[in-house]
């Protein structure tokens, strides 16, 4: 059995109606639907969903017919960073594909939309074409401005499609990576300057722990804000260190910490109960089990311990 995992992050995360068509076009296509996640503050979903290459790859040129039609980012408002409707779009290999085939994927799918969609398309993680293109958060700095002056600069020429972002639906990042745990914690403060420092104290790029991104997210209707972080290889930095290093930072500047959330879904061995309890997550752990939703779709994946491991 093959088996690939998408998760792309979409620029909506009000519209009910608009999330649902965008569900309904990656079931449509054969791939399994694993989760949605969409917060409404963010204004942003994340889709995860799995199958083989090519249903996974017919999925998401599925997905971004549906969203581009449907979003313009023109109107949109939200406190995630973003440069498309659909905003970024990573390959997992799960079992029995290897992450150069998943670059192929990524670059083949990449190509399809830039041409179907006249829409500029950047290349990341293992797939980048350029190691200044590798990180996302290089890519998508400055946000749809950032882009928009970046594209002026031949250095900067998108991967495929034009120099010029798309009127409604922006630009989009498309690529390969091993999976990754998405990992928020929300404090007791309207002080996103809080956030920001203990972002800034625990990220791999400031020196923090290794395998770890993090920024600051305000989240004003909630009256909290949020350190939201990435952690991309859980073997060296785990959930439980991730939140340890929140608190830590947040006590010292005397800010309580409320809560934390998974968003999509994380490997068994990075979330059990007992770490579900000691990062005082929201929701019940048992239900973001990547491979228990595998599972339930007839795929097998009996530890991605070792494919968690980024090549």
Not at 138 to 147: A, Q
Not at 209 to 226: F, I, S
């Amino acid at each position: 059995m093959t088996c690939v995992e998408s998760v792309p992050n979409v620029s909506e995360g009000r519209d009910r109606a608009a999330i649902e068509a965008c569900a309904d076009a990656i079931r449509s296509s054969g791939a399994c639907l694993l989760d949605v996640s969409s917060d409404a503050t963010h204004h942003r979903s994340v889709f995860s969903f799995a199958g083989s290459p090519a249903q996974v790859a017919a999925a998401v040129l599925a997905l971004f017919d549906t969203a581009v039609a449907a979003i313009d980012l023109r109107r949109h408002t939200g406190a995630h960073p973003r440069v498309g409707a659909v905003d970024v779009v990573p390959f997992v290999p799960i079992a029995g594909v290897t992450m150069a085939e998943c670059v192929t994927l990524a670059r083949d799918v990449a190509r399809t939309v830039a041409a179907r969609h006249d829409l500029p398309v950047f290349l990341y993680e293992a797939a980048a074409s350029t190691p200044a293109r590798r990180d996302l958060a290089e890519i998508r700095r400055g946000g749809l401005d950032g882009v928009a002056t970046r594209l002026g600069d031949p250095a900067w020429a998108p991967d495929f499609g034009p120099a010029r972002l798309h009127p409604s639906a922006g630009a989009a990042v498309i690529g390969a990576r091993a999976p990754l745990i998405a990992f928020n914690v929300q404090l007791a403060s309207r002080d996103v300057g809080v956030a920001r420092r203990i972002a800034r104290a625990i990220r791999t790029s400031s020196g923090g722990l290794p395998a770890l991104k993090a920024m600051a997210v305000d989240l004003p209707t909630l009256g909290l804000v949020q350190v939201s972080m990435n952690l991309t290889d859980f073997m060296r930095t785990s959930i439980v260190d991730a939140f340890d290093a929140v608190a830590r930072e947040a006590a010292r500047a005397g800010v309580p910490i409320v809560d934390s959330e998974i968003v999509g879904l994380a490997p068994a061995a990075a979330l059990t109960a007992a770490v579900a309890a000691h990062v005082r997550l929201r929701h019940d752990a048992e239900t973001f089990v990547l491979e228990r939703r595998l599972h339930d779709c007839g795929i097998r994946a009996d530890s991605l311990s070792a494919a968690s491991r980024p090549n």
